[in-house]
């Protein structure tokens, strides 16, 4: 399928995913289940193909886990991808399953983009509420760069977003309503605000690009991509999956939103 794309000429400004870590999960094939060397080999092809689909100010957003991430960095940085930022997704509510090492509270993801001067990055977009509000509440100076002293004001969006990114797993009943059976499932909060930093928008402020997850699961991309769109965006996106019942899942969800 991604051959396929490639030869017909099409270019996403967003690919965006997920795909398997390596970690024995059960997707209903053996993709999670490789060798170490055979799993490296496959995700260089990927990472090669999908930046032949991206457009010139493109960007690749790819999940990954502590364990082989740095494996990842390496491959990107090979195929000639230009690297922004690994990012932390932060989460407090998952479960320990060992007592012989730390618990997992986070998992990476990589940012590349395919121009080493040109991508998009919404920031304003995605800002977090200020940490404390007594720094608020009295000005806040600065010295400017030709020396004059300035006056700082707080956004009334929020502060800027930094590199660690705080949403929960979907563990527990209080998400029982989103969650799939899909063993990896990333919650809808997360990936909503991941389209909303990286899709391009046109001149009237409306996220207007073409997302590509090459890893769709249980299609959490394309629901938040509809989602936004039902909010007057004009959002296009494209999700692949081999497995059928993940296929059936995506759909059941989209028709909920639809």
């Not at 060798?35 to 010139?56: H, M, W």
């Not at 909303?196 to 046109?202: G, I, L, Q, S």
Request: proline letters at 7%; aromatic letters at 12%; charged letters at 25%.
């Amino acid at each position: 399928m991604l051959r396929d794309m490639l030869a017909e000429g099409i270019k996403f400004d967003l690919i965006l995913t997920d795909p398997p870590y390596n970690l024995n999960k059960d997707f209903g094939n053996s993709s999670d289940k490789l060798p170490l060397p055979n799993f490296l080999d496959v995700t260089r092809e990927r990472i090669e193909i999908c930046r032949n689909l991206l457009t010139p100010n493109g960007s690749i957003v790819w999940f990954g886990i502590h364990s082989y991430i740095g494996f990842i960095q390496v491959i990107m940085y090979n195929a000639g991808l230009h690297y922004r930022r690994m990012n932390i997704w932060r989460y407090e509510n998952g479960f320990s399953r060992t007592k012989t090492s730390p618990a997992a509270q986070y998992e990476p993801f990589l940012w590349y983009s395919k121009s080493p001067k040109k991508w998009t990055y919404n920031a304003d977009d995605v800002r977090v509420p200020y940490k404390s509000a007594e720094r608020l509440k009295n000005p806040v100076y600065y010295t400017g760069k030709n020396g004059e002293r300035k006056e700082w004001t707080p956004n009334p969006n929020g502060a800027l977003r930094g590199d660690i990114w705080e949403y929960p797993t979907l563990a527990g009943s209080l998400y029982k309503e989103e969650r799939t059976d899909h063993p990896t499932q990333k919650p809808v909060s997360l990936f909503i605000d991941l389209i909303r930093a990286f899709c391009p928008k046109n001149e009237h402020g409306k996220y207007h690009g073409l997302i590509l997850d090459p890893f769709h699961g249980s299609g959490t991309m394309g629901v938040c991509a509809e989602m936004l769109n039902q909010k007057g965006h004009d959002i296009s996106w494209v999700g692949i999956e081999i497995e059928q019942r993940w296929c059936d899942i995506a759909q059941a969800r989209l028709e909920q939103i639809k």
